[in-house]
């Protein structure tokens, strides 16, 4: 279902959920990329007269409401991006949000608080997110769906209320589809996976999904010392799901038998603390915890022949598709593994595709432009769980799977 598909939207209140997940630091947006991303379907709501309602997240604030992760700073952001006033809801159904629904004049705006200072928006419990989307509904005459980087989440906003309401996906929605339609539909090969990031629980479960569609899967980032670990290495303090560490074991086994590479770092950069004045060394992967730092250690990127031979796999590469930062790119010392994947895919003789808010993130303030790569996705968890195949609720429900 498409915006048309809902009629004449002039003088209508239009719910329009977005994924305004931007990252922040002290308060400041670091990257406004999917403010940006969602603009075409603001603007084309705005010309015909509709009255938007702008709903997001922000971060997992887990039902509570968290000034940290108020909406109020992307508010104020999209209104310099699109050149008009947007109003700001203190509450996403209360009170605040009533009465600036109720002041819109056809073409106004305004942005909502997080969805998820609600607990009825990600519950669980079917009856509880009903509610939720149905106290929603009565801010809206219609829905239009474009946050893709939500679509894989069963949630209030994402899937109850395009049930109640009438609703169609936005052009962002309709834009990613394009691009990842064809990473899906026979992709050249080579195609190379490359996953890091730190969602290591939600990464790890898409692999053996990925594993029998790719050529080679490289693995950085925060779930690489699970992988280690599989392999019988000890990673020192570094991040591990312990419990995923047999699934990682029947992942490598199954690679070796459909002949697909899984790549891991053979040297990583270890750190004596979180923080951008730790001291750090680079080390073999098998010897994280023979540092001067002993079992303390904590691997913090890549090291720089793993970056390097991921760079080699990528450039002979014809299809790339790229989520989740190599290391923690935001403190400088660990910045490199990222910076030499990133500038690898610009030379990509085929499609490349960043994937994700942190990855588009890191892309950005390492200093690349957009145009450097084939297509920058504002989804991470979503683009992967539809590369492997997956259902989304949040597409399911607006017919366009
Ligand atoms: C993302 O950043 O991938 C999306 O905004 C979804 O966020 P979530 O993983 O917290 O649901």
């Known amino acids: 279902r498409t915006i048309e598909s809902l009629g004449s939207l002039h003088g209508k209140r239009v719910i329009v959920r977005c994924d305004l997940n931007v990252p922040l630091k002290d308060g400041q947006i670091t990257d406004d990329g999917r403010v940006r991303a969602s603009l075409p379907t603001l603007k084309a709501l705005v010309e015909q007269g509709a009255r938007l309602v702008i709903v997001s997240h922000l971060g997992r604030p887990d039902g509570q409401v ?26 996403t159904v209360g009170e605040s949000a009533q009465a600036a629904v109720a002041a819109l004049a056809d073409g106004d705006i305004v942005v909502l608080e997080n969805l998820r200072f609600n607990a009825g928006e990600t519950s669980k419990v079917d009856a509880e997110r009903v509610a939720f989307a149905t106290e929603l509904s009565a801010l809206g005459d219609a829905l239009v769906s474009d946050g893709f980087g939500v679509v894989h989440r069963k949630q ?11 609703s169609a996906a936005g052009l962002l929605i309709a834009a990613e ?9 026979k992709p050249e090969a080579p195609y190379t996976v490359i996953l890091g990031g730190s969602k290591v629980s939600d990464k790890l479960g898409v692999i053996g999904h990925l594993l029998p569609r790719v050529n080679s899967l490289l693995i950085g980032g925060g779930m690489l010392f699970t992988f280690l670990a599989a392999q019988g290495h000890k990673v020192g303090a570094s991040l591990l799901e312990v419990d995923q560490i047999e699934t990682v074991r029947g992942y490598l086994a199954e690679a070796e038998r459909l ?17 951008a004045d730790a001291e750090y060394v680079t080390t073999p992967a098998d010897q994280i915890e023979d540092t001067p730092f002993g079992a303390a250690g904590l691997g913090l990127d890549i090291g720089p022949d793993t970056a390097a031979a991921f760079a080699a796999i990528i450039r002979e590469s014809k299809t790339v598709f790229w989520n989740g930062p190599m290391g923690v790119f935001e403190l400088a010392p660990f910045a ?33 432009n957009d145009d450097q790569f084939g297509h920058i996705s504002t989804g991470g968890g979503a683009s992967l769980e539809f590369l492997e195949g997956k259902r989304l609720p949040g597409l399911e429900v607006l017919g366009w799977q």
């Open 66 to 91: 968290n000034p940290k992760y108020s909406l109020a700073p992307v508010a104020a952001r999209l209104a310099e991006l699109i050149g008009s006033p947007v109003a700001f809801a203190t509450d």
């Open 156 to 166: 209030a906003s994402v899937f109850d209320l395009a049930q109640i309401l009438p």
């Open 177 to 185: 589809l394009d691009v990842l339609d064809r990473l899906t539909e």
């Open 259 to 275: 002949g697909v590479k899984i790549v891991l770092p053979t040297d990583v950069v270890v750190a004596s603390k979180f923080g």
């Open 336 to 368: 490199d593994g990222t910076r030499t994947v990133a500038a690898a895919l610009t030379e990509v003789n085929g499609l490349s595709v960043v994937g994700g808010g942190d990855s588009a993130a890191a892309v950005r303030i390492l200093g690349f």
